[in-house]
């Protein structure tokens, strides 16, 4: 629960790195190590201010988020420590130390959410596509197109049957891996199939079965840290889904987007 990931945001993404000029990136750094320091020092706020600045910026990366879950969660603030565990896990979906924090978390919120069965297929497709985290599997599409491109200017250029050889090999050991990670990278970035998920962020919300301030229509109650689904949207309202299968419509200010 404790562990601050000091590197985290020194890596902050490959193609940041690519994208960034080396002074915006270096700036960003310096602020990660005063949160860092802050956070070793018991200085939740101070750790917060500086994390929420890198990103406010446009930096971020799973270790990022896992420190300002673990500095939320210091501070008291159930809610928000959640919802950074949660950003944490989409960036980086295997770590186990941001599951074992979330599970932590959940077993202290005050909803009691006991999550519908999902179907098989559903289940082993999501576990595929979050099985890896995102640093991997740029780096295998991006060294099997190397693998593909390379091995083809070879083929193409070559002057001897081994070299020719070696091209053929390379393109054919690459375009699987190419296609396969790089459909699954594709689907994890651009969120195929997945529907926007949030977290409840304040102490208590009324969940209601129209869009409108009337008690007479409240459902039940939900909680800051219970994670909902967004179904649809209008105006200032929600409608979301409990992962027990619970509908109603709560004010968007009471969630945050995961």
Known sequence: MSRVWASSARVIGFALCLLLPPASIHAQDEIVDRGNLAYQEGDYAAAIEAYEAVVAGGFTSA????????????????????????????????????????????????????????????????????????????????????????????????????????GRWAMLTGLPVLVLFGVTLAVRELGVGRADRGVVVVEAVAVRSAPAEDDDLTLFEVHEGTRVRIDQRTGAWVEVVLDDGKVGWMPVGAMEII
């Not at 950003?87 to 980086?92: E, G, K, T």
């Open 63 to 166: 270790g990022l988020e896992y420190n300002l879950g673990n500095a939320y969660f210091k501070s008291g603030d159930l809610g928000l420590s959640i919802l950074h565990w949660e950003r944490a896990l989409v960036l980086s979906p295997g770590d186990p130390d941001t599951r074992a924090n979330l599970e932590l978390a959940r077993s202290i919120t005050a909803d009691a959410i006991e999550p519908m069965p999902t179907f098989w297929l559903f289940a082993v497709v999501n576990g595929w596509v979050n099985l890896l985290p995102t640093p991997l599997l740029l780096l295998l599409v991006g060294g099997a197109w190397v693998a593909v491109t390379g091995g083809g200017v070879v083929r193409l250029l070559g002057r001897s049957e081994s070299l020719v050889g070696m």
